[in-house]
């Protein structure tokens, strides 16, 4: 991780074309890097797969979140030749991990800007580093498959032949249409943070969660949490049947060698 120091000037106020070009010069002079946040089987408290999130480390200060960088990067479509190297880093990395450690499965946000290429990219990022493909996990959002449905399940089905993973990601935000459960090849169905924020404070948001853990069991897919941050939430989803959690309460996103140190460590999180 990049020593912290003065902000970068990428936050409210930066023009875009800035933006832009240091994001080219990042490519070029390796500025880029990943953080890997654990998911946990809420039953057992086992280490079960890890989310990889981008991280920009800029030449001074501290590194910068996706959100600042991640419109720009899609409405200049430098989100292809970025989501590349994320795609075969992770891979890389992880099929390093994986021939020493115990196996975990790798999950990896895909932009609706690479959805039409996904075949393509996966292909070879698999190719060019071994990773077995049912270790990786493909994280996309209702805005992928949103706009032509029938082609996106073309797609997702072509993916589901390379034997990847695929996880509709932030479900439950955005347009969340029950089709989409019936007719995409889906494995991982991931719970919006948002609902997990409410479902202490409110019946409704309990609701809500138990019956997309109950739709997504009667779907056979497994359930995410995103952003757990108490023991309550926890103990909640635990009872509810969700079967993994992902959030503060388990560790923030960390360096690869952390991640490896968890790895080898046999006791749970
Ligand atoms: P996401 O896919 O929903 O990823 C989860 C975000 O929630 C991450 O933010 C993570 O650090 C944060 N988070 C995790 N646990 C907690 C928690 O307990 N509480 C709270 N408040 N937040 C939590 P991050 O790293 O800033 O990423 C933001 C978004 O940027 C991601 O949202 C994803 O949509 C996008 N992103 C990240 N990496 C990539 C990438 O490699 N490619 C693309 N296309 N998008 C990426
Ligand atoms: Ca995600
Ligand atoms: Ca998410
Ligand atoms: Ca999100």
Not at 63 to 87: K, M
Not at 176 to 181: A, I, T
Not at 182 to 201: E, N, Q
Request: with cysteine; glycine share 8%.
């Amino acid at each position: 991780m990049a020593k912290r120091g003065t902000p970068v000037p990428t936050g409210a106020g930066v023009c875009p074309e800035n933006v832009e070009a240091l994001l080219r010069d990042a490519l070029q002079n390796d500025r880029f890097t990943l953080a890997y946040q654990p998911q946990v089987d809420l039953q057992t408290g086992q280490l079960d797969g890890a989310e990889v999130l981008l991280r920009w480390l800029p030449p001074t200060g501290a590194p910068v979140l996706p959100p600042a960088f991640i419109p720009t990067a899609e409405a200049t479509g430098l989100i292809h030749p970025i989501g590349e190297w994320v795609l075969r880093t992770a891979c890389g990395q992880t099929h390093r991990w994986n021939a020493n450690n115990r196996p975990f499965r790798l999950a990896v946000n895909l932009s609706p800007r690479q959805f039409s290429r996904a075949e393509e990219i996966v292909l070879a990022a698999l190719r060019e580093t071994g990773l077995d493909p049912g270790r990786l996990e493909l994280e996309i959002t209702e805005q992928s498959v949103a706009e032509d449905l029938p082609a996106a399940a073309g797609v997702l089905r072509r993916l589901n032949a390379l034997g990847v993973r695929l996880a509709l990601d932030d479900f439950g935000t955005g347009y969340s249409s029950l089709q989409y459960l019936a007719r995409l090849p889906v494995h991982t169905l991931k719970i919006d943070r948002s609902f997990v924020a409410g479902m202490i404070r409110t019946a409704k948001a309990r609701i809500i969660v138990e019956n997309i853990i109950r739709l997504a069991h009667g779907l056979s897919m497994r359930v995410v949490a995103e952003g757990v941050e108490t023991p309550g939430q926890r103990d909640l989803l635990r009872r509810q049947g969700c079967d993994l959690a992902q959030g503060f309460l388990y560790s923030r996103p960390l360096a690869g060698k952390k991640l490896r140190m968890l790895l080898t460590r046999p006791e749970p999180c």
